[in-house]
T-cell receptor, first 110, second 114 residues
Framework: ELKVEQNPLFLSMQEGKNYTIYCNYSTTSDRLYWYRQDPGKSLESLFVLLSNGAVKQEGRLMASLDTKARLSTLHITAAVHDLSATYFCAVDLVNYQLIWGAGTKLIIKP | DAMVIQNPRYQVTQFGKPVTLSCSQTLNHNVMYWYQQKSSQAPKLLFHYYDKDFNNEADTPDNFQSRRPNTSFCFLDIRSPGLGDAAMYLC?????????????FGPGTRLTVL
């Protein structure tokens, strides 16, 4: 059974600091997605990582994928308040289904 | 421009009173999904359509049904809502299957059951 574990599940940090969210998964997969969700809102696609060693960056967020270690990271550089949200990683099965992590609630204090 | 539209955004219904949620898309995507998301939880896939082919998740209650009359529209019917069905319902689309293409989510419908 494919399991996806995120940690931490909750993160409170100060503006300007760096931090990393980890996403581990239990079965071989070459595709991993990161989504952002603001409170009471829908899910916004951030990154799609399609191969081992893939790295993508958008602003202060950078995501990477290591398929051998079954690990993806979402790194936040010099955090700002606007990045406060819940971040989900999701891993695909061979068909249509995504297996979701539990989400990391990120609070960035001014 | 909105790509995945859900109506209504907020729905209040009474225990046991049928309700229908609507989703439409302007992306011409082949696949449409319905998810249920409860507070502080990850989305849970209920079912999906690949074109007209319907796929029901094994643990989706019989109380939930779906219709896709054409490429653009998909409906979620809850025949007899219970208190435990109160949640955010998210519609998503993708060009192909999730493993190949990103899913794009609508804004969601928040369902309250009284």
């Amino acid at each position: 059974e494919l399991k996806v574990e995120q940690n931490p599940l909750f993160l409170s940090m100060q503006e300007g600091k760096n931090y990393t969210i980890y996403c581990n998964y239990s079965t071989t997969s070459d595709r991993l997605y990161w989504y952002r969700q603001d409170p009471g809102k829908s899910l916004e696609s951030l990154f799609v990582l399609l191969s081992n060693g893939a790295v993508k960056q958008e602003g202060r967020l950078m995501a990477s994928l290591d398929t051998k270690a079954r690990l993806s990271t979402l790194h936040i550089t010099a955090a700002v308040h606007d990045l406060s949200a819940t971040y989900f990683c999701a891993v695909d099965l061979v068909n249509y289904q995504l297996i979701w992590g539990a989400g990391t609630k990120l609070i960035i204090k001014p | 421009d909105a790509m995945v539209i859900q109506n209504p955004r907020y729905q209040v219904t009474q225990f046991g009173k049928p309700v229908t949620l609507s989703c439409s898309q302007t992306l011409n995507h082949n696949v449409m999904y319905w998810y249920q998301q409860k507070s502080s939880q990850a989305p849970k896939l209920l079912f999906h359509y690949y074109d007209k082919d319907f796929n029901n998740e094994a643990d989706t209650p019989d109380n939930f049904q779906s219709r896709r009359p054409n490429t653009s529209f998909c409906f979620l019917d809850i025949r007899s809502p219970g208190l435990g069905d109160a949640a955010m319902y998210l519609c998503a689309t993708s060009r192909g299957l999730a493993g190949l293409d990103t899913q794009y989510f609508g804004p969601g419908t928040r369902l309250t059951v009284l």
